[in-house]
Nanobody
Framework: QVQLVESGGGLVQPGGSLSLSCAAS????????MDWYRQAPGKSRELVAG???????SYSDSVKGRFTISRDNAKNTVYLQMRSLTPEDTAVYYC???????????????WGQGTLVSVSS
């Protein structure tokens, strides 16, 4: 069974920085995309940043220039470095990955359990 485990959330003051990590473990043959989503209270889940296995990255307009997604394929881990945080960044952040258990399998979408990021003074 494959699972994604996020870490690094917490409370930070406006203007501060925080880093998240998400590690995939279990029976993994290959990973396609590894993305970060977030869901703020009362809002739907939104894609924040994405990374492909080939190294391409993408960002939502709301975080472009402030957040950086990176990936260590050898460790099956994706990171999200966040800076210049504002209260509007407060949300539960979820890791998402498309994973193949074995060769010839289709990719399966897997979600992490989420980690809370609170930006407040």
């Amino acid at each position: 069974q494959v699972q994604l485990v996020e870490s690094g959330g917490g409370l930070v003051q406006p203007g501060g920085s925080l880093s998240l990590s998400c590690a995939a473990s279990g029976s993994i043959f290959s990973i396609n995309v590894m993305d970060w989503y977030r869901q703020a209270p009362g809002k739907s889940r939104e894609l924040v940043a994405g990374s492909s296995s080939g190294g391409r990255t993408s960002y939502s307009d709301s975080v472009k220039g402030r957040f950086t997604i990176s990936r260590d394929n050898a460790k099956n881990t994706v990171y999200l470095q966040m800076r210049s945080l504002t209260p509007e960044d407060t949300a539960v952040y979820y890791c998402y990955a498309e994973i193949r258990w074995t060769a010839g399998e289709v990719y399966h979408g897997v979600w992490g359990q989420g980690t809370l990021v609170s930006v407040s003074s």
